[in-house]
């Protein structure tokens, strides 16, 4: 049956199991627009291609499948670049179709023509140009495949208008995809998992460092089973959140940068790192120089360009991780460590008298409190959408979460703006559980334009707002490293209820804490989108991020909240 | 410190400016990059070489496999290969005398004169870095007008060829 490019499209996205897609239709994309109608393909129209592709990609995080973004060429394409290099970063699936001039303009500079593919080339985990029709329906075929396997990552298609237009006989694409030149995940090295477990049943001091890859591969279950056996603690990195409940008793909580002190030790001190489908980011190591420097060294990754890329590692696996952990699960012996928990556990004790919630109030909210507030609110069950800042560290600080795929935030490249679009995409991904976003209010106002998706969509997100005024982790940064000099970090805000209101979404403020548990129950007991305004300490202790590896520093050697004075209760 | 990498890949537009872009953004530090097609349609063959003093080629090596395009990588430093750069150097040539003076060291390299002009002489050399950078040194006094050079190629001695598995 003959079919046009446009509709070739829906077609496909039909049969890679797409029901929604986020975009903003325009002059180079309109055709494929057109025959939308005809297929059962929801189409969420953001406000902002950028929201697009971070849309897209939330619904990729939550939900475990393809995102799709749709844009228009030209400003339309590279408004998608952020939130495609957002993906890239954190190795999210995500397909983006852009439009593009006709095959017979594109190098003239048509109206709204710019080299998309050239642009993203770098960001992308692969792109293409589509110059015939005949090639169309495969290569969505091969894009979604490239999206989702192995390391996953953003794909996009650029399609001239000629192509959506022309017609050709339609043929779903059948069987396996032939790419001579691709190679998702091969099966570990036996060896490699054997020579690990001899270094698991030999070491006094082990720690697991969970990350993402936990999720991608799926191997909650089977990671919470070697920890149990091996009796090893599992720290987490930002992104790694879900891949291992934070109520276990094995469970550490965050490393790096912002994470725990007790945690950091813990790496320092250990003598065998096992590091689970994360890449070793600087933010999480400290300085290299003194990273770890008792430990033994074994790698499981999906990619095997990060195997020994930051970190010169004595095991490297390359697999897939939840394959990798069952081959791993019967060479390890039942073991004990009782002296190396004990004294990690006494390092905690010390990250508990420094919590500012285990401080006594002196009336001034702080993002803490609100936070832990929705988090007992919400049982700690809410998918958690934070933005980019110091309200992210907060949040991944005090949201505790014991549930995969229900963390989302941009790790790697450090999005402002991402947490809004990202929840829409959520939301979409889980439409019955209840979405929050975390945003501080200089990343809202990089994208609180799709506020308006938010109502024209209906969709019950809760926002909450760690509103300090300020850049606040510049802000920080400039009063420990900068000689407190805050320079171009202080804004001035509109009435953000009052603008919130105009969109119809009911809106609170809070200012103390009483006021912030109240704003949070009426938030929660209301029907639909609503928003809150904390407004929280902006300076000093109660308005910084504690604890703080400061940049080049070693891991251990972390800026903390000073000590209470009474230390004994 | 050199590596030399053979890289097999699809013959598509924009291959090479991935290969390219790689390098530039992961900041590779490449001596020479030559490409061509092979004996088999659609596949065409890079010979890279690597500063291995300032670049982990095994980081090279995995990045080139992450592209999609990239069907193939050898790293042949440690494999009997046998390795040519083509270099074109034109140089003055002046007076009768030292014409001929100039075809006698390019005879001694086993190079060629390719063209005669007036004032100049073409010659046209093939063999390692080394060779063609020693002949260039010869020349450099008389006066090198214009040279170009290739970029190494490879291929490795005896056995069966880097895509014997394509080909199977």
Redesign the interface.
Known sequence: MKKTGAEIVWEMLNREGVKVVFGIPGGAIMHTYHPRQDYDIHHVLMRHEQCAAHAADGYARVSGKVGVAIATSGPGATNLVTGIATAALDSSPIVCITGQVQTYLIGTDAFQEVDITGITLPITKHNYLVTDINELAYTIHEAFHIARSGRPGPVLIDLPKDIQIASTEFEPPEGDISLPGYRPVAPASAAAVQRAAEFINTAKRPVVLAGQGVLMSGAMQELRSFAEKAQVPVALTLLGKGGFPESHPLALGMMGMHGEAFVNQAIQEADLILAFGMRFDDRVTGTLATYSPNARRVHVDADAAELNKIVKVDVPILGDLRQVLTQLLPLVAPATHPEWLAQIDAWRGDSHFRNILNRPENGRLVAAHFINDIWEATKGEAIVVSDVGQHQMWTAQFYRNDLPNSVVTSGGLGTMGFGLPAAIGAQFAQPDREVWVIAGDGGFQMTMHDLGTIIQEKLPIKIALSDNGYLGMVRQWQEFFYDKRYESTRLVNPDFVKLVEAYGIPAWRATNRAEARTAIAEARATDGPTFIDFQIADVGEDGNVYPMVPSGAALHEMIRRSQPDHTTD | MQSTLIAL??DK??VL??VA??FR?RAFNIESLAVGHTEKPGISRMTIVVDSSRT?V??VV??L????????VEDVTEVPTVMRDLALVKVRSGDGATRAEIMQLVDTFRARVVDVGLKTLMVEVTGTDDKISGLVDVLRPYGIEEMVRTGRVAMARGGVGTDRE?TA
Not at chain 2, 65 to 72: F, H, S, Y
């Open positions: 890949v699809e537009p924009g400016n991935r872009s790689l953004r982990d095994e980081m995995q990045n496999l992450k592209l999609v395009n990239v069907i193939r394509l």
